[in-house]
């Protein structure tokens, strides 16, 4: 199928369509870009929603209830749920696909898992892409999960409108969270499996880090909201935290995303050129002697770099 005849039929809102379209932009491949470059004007519409977390703390029984109550309100949602093929958490495509079974049958919902395939931070390198299709094929919100893992959390701060991180009570998750700096990313806390012994303290301890910090007048102080996605408790006030955040921010939500495309542009600028180089500039296994060179400490660093460039340029 052509690219131009897959956009339309992405664009349409056909499942198959979506379904090969994700997978070609998670394949890196020239199609995927081809794919990107039709249906891009064509994005901006959708709300998209960061869900990130310690492995198990209940992300995807969160979604699950969240695309529930959004589906109430008549929007349509896709989510992409980033598997973390690490040593965690096996098997959570398939545990994703179960936990979300509950809308299978639902045309306004759209559920994608991916792997991290190795990519540090919590996100899969094409994330952005695949909700640029799922945005492109008319979803209303998309809903991104990822866990977390630590610094690298920032990446889903590079994808979301607005950064949604669960904590669960008693795993020492709020000093976790304070190390890993996600006290700065987050636009609103939940504390799932607040059904659980110690949800109050970890409310508590959440407040006096946030305390810490001085919130400036008309500034967003990001709300804390106990959940118990197994049974659905808060989940309404979850995303009522959510829907204000959205209209605090709508000002400002032109910069969050143009901070985004930055991002991506220099990625994407970086990986191209090192690919030119790579391919175009050097010869076969010239990279590599490069490498022996520096190891051996005949040149150093900076100096191979600025040959490089010399013959890049
Ligand atoms: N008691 C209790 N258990 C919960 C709650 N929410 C989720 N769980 C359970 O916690 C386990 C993990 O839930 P998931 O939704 O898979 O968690 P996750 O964060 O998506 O996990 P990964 O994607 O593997 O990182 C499941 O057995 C859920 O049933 C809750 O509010 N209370
Ligand atoms: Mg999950």
New binding site residues.
């Given amino acids: 199928m052509s690219a131009a005849s897959l956009s339309s039929r992405v664009l349409d809102g056909d499942v198959r369509a979506l379904a090969r379209a994700i997978s070609l932009v998670e394949d890196e491949s020239a199609d995927g870009a081809e794919l990107v470059r039709q249906l891009f004007p064509h994005t901006g519409h959708a709300y998209l929603i960061g869900i990130t977390?310690a492995?198990?703390?209940?992300?995807?029984?969160?979604v699950d209830r969240l695309i529930g109550e959004i589906r109430t309100k008549g929007q349509t949602v896709g989510v992409v749920a980033v598997d973390?093929t690490s040593p965690?958490?096996g098997g959570?495509i398939l545990?994703?696909r179960v936990?979300m079974q509950a809308h299978a049958g639902d045309a306004g919902v759209f559920i994608r898992s991916m792997a991290t395939r190795g990519h540090l931070g919590g996100l899969a390198r094409p994330t952005g892409e695949v909700a640029l299709i799922l945005d492109a094929a008319g979803k209303d919100v998309v809903i991104i999960?990822t866990?977390g893992v630590g610094q690298d959390e920032i990446d889903i701060v590079r994808t979301a409108d607005v950064s949604v991180v669960?904590l669960v009570p008693g795993a020492g998750d709020e000093v976790q969270a304070l190390k890993a700096g996600i006290m700065e990313i987050a636009d609103v806390f939940v504390v799932?499996?607040?059904?659980?012994e110690g949800a109050d303290r970890s409310v508590a301890s959440i407040e006096a880090n946030l305390s810490l910090q001085t919130v400036a007048e008309g500034e967003w102080r990001p709300p804390i909201v106990k959940?118990?996605?197994?049974t659905g408790r808060g989940v309404p006030e979850l995303l009522d935290a959510i829907e204000r955040f959205r209209s605090h921010t709508a000002a400002s939500q032109g910069e969050r995303r143009r901070a985004r495309a930055e991002y991506r542009l220099r990625e994407l600028l970086a990986q191209h050129f090192v690919r030119h180089v790579e391919r175009k500039v050097l010869s076969d296994g010239e990279f590599d002697r490069i490498l022996d060179r520096i190891a051996a400490r005949e040149v150093d660093p900076y100096t191979a770099v600025d040959e490089i460039m010399k013959r890049a340029l």
């Fill in positions: 977390g492995p198990g703390s209940g992300k995807s029984t969160l973390p965690f958490s959570a545990g994703d936990r999960e866990v669960t799932n499996k607040s059904d659980r959940t118990e996605a197994t």
